[in-house]
Each structure stands twice: as C-alpha cells, then as structure tokens.
C-alpha cells in the first residue's frame, strides 16, 4: 500500500514538474494574441451561456458612458435566460496597441433562438460592429467600454 502512495505522488510530482517547464518554456502570448483570444473567450461564454466566464473579460470599471459592468452583467443575464441558444461569430476588423492600452473594432454576427417561453418563436439575427476600449492590468486584458452592441439590446427585446 505504501509503494502504491508514493507512485502516486511520484506521477502527480512529475507532472506538476513537467507542466512547470512548459510555462517556462513557452514564450508568453503577445498582446495581439491576448486581445484575440478574449474576444472569443467573450463569444464562447455567451454561446456556452456562461455570464461569469463573459463577465471576466469586463474591468470592474468598465463605464460606456450609458452602462457599468453591473448593468452589462444584468443584461448578459436577462439575455441568456430569454434564450435557448446564442451564436457569436467575431470578426477582428482593427486593433490598434499603445503599451498597456488598445481600440478594438470587432464585427459580429449573432443569432439567438428564443426557445424559452416561446418554441416558436423565430431566431433573432444581426450583425453588429463594437468599438471597444481595453486596458491590460493585473487581470490580462480587459474591456473598459465599448459602443455598438446597444442596437442587438434593441432587437432582442431590451434583454441583451
């Protein structure tokens, strides 16, 4: 039983290892490369309905002049509990990097399918064009504000 235990915290002493030297190994992503990935990190959560993984993509001082991050999170969620499912295609238009600062211009195609309450209702469909603001932080990337998804809060009924 014994020899069994240290097997056992051998294999999990070599992995953790292991995994250690590929962090440090790996060159880190740039910044381009991060803003990316967080908007289809972004996309991803809303797809998966996921409010708290979309919401960490948000500074806790986001402010679009109309919204705070609280009031985006209320409508992320009022969204995903109207919907049944939610489809996100994002288009990377421009983005332009100033050290710890970036615009981004992010065209997306959404569809969302009002399965909830209403089976037959028809999927709401758009494109929107989002011009975002982002700092990089403690935090990685994060969006500060952005403007243009309030035509899709809109056309779905005021719930996203």
Avoid at 11 to 16: D, M, R, S
Avoid at 127 to 134: G, Q
């Amino acid at each position: 039983m014994r020899s069994r235990t240290l097997l056992v915290l051998a294999i999990v002493v070599l992995g953790a290892g292991g995994y250690a030297v590929f962090r440090m190994t790996r060159p880190p992503l740039d910044d381009k490369t991060q803003i990316q990935n967080l908007i289809l990190t972004a996309s991803r959560a809303l797809e998966q309905q996921r409010v708290k993984s979309f919401m960490a993509v948000v500074a806790d001082d986001y402010n679009d002049g109309t919204y705070n991050k609280q009031d985006v999170e209320n409508l992320v969620r009022g969204a995903v509990l109207q919907s049944g499912e939610i489809r996100v295609v994002p288009y990377l238009r421009s983005l332009q990097i100033q050290a710890t600062t970036a615009t981004a211009t992010v065209e997306a195609e959404v569809t969302v399918g009002y399965t909830r309450g209403n089976p037959h209702a028809e999927p709401g469909r758009g494109r929107y064009t989002v011009e975002m603001a982002l700092r990089k932080g403690r935090h990685g990337w994060q969006v500060t504000s952005a403007r243009g998804w309030e035509s899709a809060q809109a056309q779905f009924g005021g719930e996203m």
